[in-house]
């Protein structure tokens, strides 16, 4: 009889293990099949595992990549708006030098031409305010201060540029040197601007005609100047993003590869495991019935 209790209960436990190890199998294909993933749990596989973490952190560096370049592409956008518009007031301020060096001219009209160089001055300074966001984008790294104010020509930014990271040990410079292009009361466009309206309140034709339309074509050419880096570097980021876009295509492709399951297969599998689990149950209720007669007999 003794023989017989220990014959049971091995033949018990060893059933009981057969069950649990199809029912594992059972639940292992069912949580592939609600999930759609090969991976569901670090001992599914720990090097499939490891391979898309690894994935997942790339993919997450070329997302973060992605976004800086967006970011890069809006302050650009803005610099380039920005930049277009002072191109349109300095061209309007060089038809009003050549109609001021008109030595037929009324001082009378040179006085209003100066008014309205005044007003395009103060122009190009409101525009040179420009923010994307919340930030000042002509100041350098001060963001946060207005580069120019209405009561002075000084010029409150910094020469210090502005980076993006825009790959893995690759940036970009998205700054301008916006106190030589544009100027402040020492130098650049706006300066220019200020000796043109004095000259023409003083009656200086020649001066108009001469060195004042010099310094103006020469400061518009810096200008110009300023406008092609921008679009060089709106190239450079399209570039980029093209190539990141590429890049998360490709990176998204090899997680999908590593962690989604094959749902036709696990379909089957699932199926399969479940008819085993099933045949486990019937056949283990059917011994231990026999077992237990056979024990009271």
Known sequence: MTTDRVTMSMTNRTLLANIESAAARVAKAQAKLSSGKELNAP?????????????????????????????????????DTTLSSVNDYVLRARDLVVQGANGALGQSDRNAIADEIDQITDGIKSAANARYGDQYIFGGTKT???????????????????????????????????????????????SVLRTIASDLRSGSTAALGTTDLSALDAAHDGLVGAQSRVGAVAQQ?????????????????????????????????????????????????????????????
């Not at 002075?152 to 700054?175: F, K, P």
């Open 43 to 79: 001992s599914d596989d720990p090097y499939a595992v490891g391979r898309a973490l690894q994935l997942r952190s790339e993919l997450g560096e070329v997302q973060q990549y992605q976004r800086n370049v967006s970011d890069a592409q809006g302050l650009q956008q803005a610099m």
């Open 144 to 190: 946060t201060t207005a580069p120019y104010s209405t009561s002075n020509d000084t010029y409150s930014g910094n020469s210090a540029s502005i980076h993006r990271e825009i790959a893995r040990g690759a940036d970009v410079n998205l700054s301008i040197d916006t106190k030589t292009v544009i100027g402040d009361s020492g130098g650049g466009i706006i």
């Open 237 to 297: 980021l399209e570039s980029a993003q093209s190539r990141l876009g590429q890049l998360e295509e490709v990176t998204t492709k090899q997680l999908s590869d590593v962690e989604d399951a094959d749902m036709a297969k696990t379909f089957v599998d699932y199926s399969t495991q479940n008819a085993g689990y099933q045949a486990a149950l019937k056949a283990g209720a059917q011994l231990i019935q026999q077992s237990l007669l056979d024990f009271l007999h």
